[in-house]
């Protein structure tokens, strides 16, 4: 398969919550870094500065003591409607590196939220594949926190 080609990461997703809501809890860095993190992997550190163009970064310590770090850019916020940004984890070896595209759009739906989430330009379809599961697994917590 033609590395170009690969399929993007695509999800909808309702929940009962206004956009504004769904919306802040990607907006706010430290609520989405919690929600991305798995139960045995510990968040070091999350900054970011929300506006276009601005850069963000999160760093996870997984159970083995490594370091997984995020970073990337701001291309469009447009609250309560959208975010996108670049999407980079740091690899030993900078040419294992994959920029990736997020996009997240957010329409009322009825008293509630309907989510669409576009991740896109993955190199490796392993890679593609995990982002879908931590994806789907992210939207569960966000899910049950906005139930709260």
Not at 13 to 28: K, M, T
Not at 72 to 82: A, I, K, Q
Not at 109 to 134: C, I, N, P, Q, Y
Request: with cysteine; proline share 6%.
């Amino acid at each position: 398969m033609n590395q170009a080609t690969l399929p993007a990461v695509c999800i909808r997703r309702r929940f009962d919550a206004p956009p504004q809501r769904v919306y802040n809890a990607f907006a706010n860095i430290n609520t989405f870094a919690e929600l991305m993190r798995p139960e045995d992997v510990k968040l070091v550190e999350a900054a970011a500065d929300i506006r276009e163009g601005g850069e963000y970064k999160i760093v996870f310590r997984m159970p083995d003591d490594d370091l997984w770090t995020l970073h990337g850019t701001y291309r469009e916020v447009s609250p309560p409607n959208r975010l996108a940004l670049t999407w980079t984890w740091i690899e030993d070896d900078p040419k294992d590196e994959q920029h990736t595209l997020l996009a997240l759009e957010f329409a009322p739906d009825g008293d509630g939220t309907e989510l669409t989430l576009r991740h896109d330009l993955f190199l490796r379809e392993e890679s593609r594949a995990s982002h879908e599961d931590g994806w789907g697994k992210c939207l569960d917590k966000l899910a049950a926190q906005l139930r709260r």
